[in-house]
């Protein structure tokens, strides 16, 4: 899974989430590109099945696309707590994290996720699911 079809479904996922429901303006808002571009790509990801869309409705993530960003979020608060734990500002965290989730190898996210685990004792860091999503 590419970069863009990740920060597709963890943008839908959050304003599921966060609102209740996903629409073409809020989602072209949150990823900062025109709601022509979100309606071609959501094309794109209803043919690979992980969301339900037709025009003039609200986008749905499928069991599939909620699994997979799902995944990608647990990804993104994981990286962001590791920074955090190295004295990473919350602000920089958030915005690293956004970049990293995406290029990280799959080896060094479980490395990460581990380091997490065998800290999370001693720090505020939250706890970590098994979930890893394999970039590159």
């Known amino acids: 899974m590419g970069?863009?079809?990740?920060?597709?479904?963890?943008?839908?996922?959050l304003l599921e989430k966060n609102l209740g429901k996903a629409r073409?303006?809020?989602i072209a808002e949150k990823l900062s590109v025109k709601p022509s571009s979100v309606i071609e790509y959501l094309r794109k990801l209803c043919s690979n099945?992980?969301?339900?869309y037709r025009p003039g409705h609200e986008v749905k993530l499928t069991e599939?696309?909620?699994?997979?960003?799902?995944?990608?979020?647990?990804k993104?608060?994981?990286?962001?707590?590791f920074l955090i734990s190295l004295g990473v500002s919350e602000e920089t965290a958030e915005k690293d994290s956004c970049v990293m989730e995406h290029y990280l190898s799959k080896e060094t996210f479980e490395k990460?996720?581990?380091y997490?685990?065998?800290?999370?004792?001693?720090?505020?860091?939250?706890?970590?699911?098994n979930h890893s999503n394999s970039s590159s």
């Open 3 to 13: 970069k863009r079809c990740e920060e597709y479904l963890e943008a839908i996922y």
């Open 24 to 26: 073409i303006k809020d």
């Open 49 to 52: 099945g992980l969301i339900n």
């Open 64 to 74: 599939k696309g909620f699994s997979e960003a799902e995944k990608i979020y647990e």
């Open 76 to 81: 993104h608060k994981l990286i962001k707590s």
């Open 112 to 114: 990460i996720a581990e």
């Open 116 to 129: 997490i685990k065998r800290t999370r004792l001693t720090t505020s860091a939250p706890e970590v699911s």
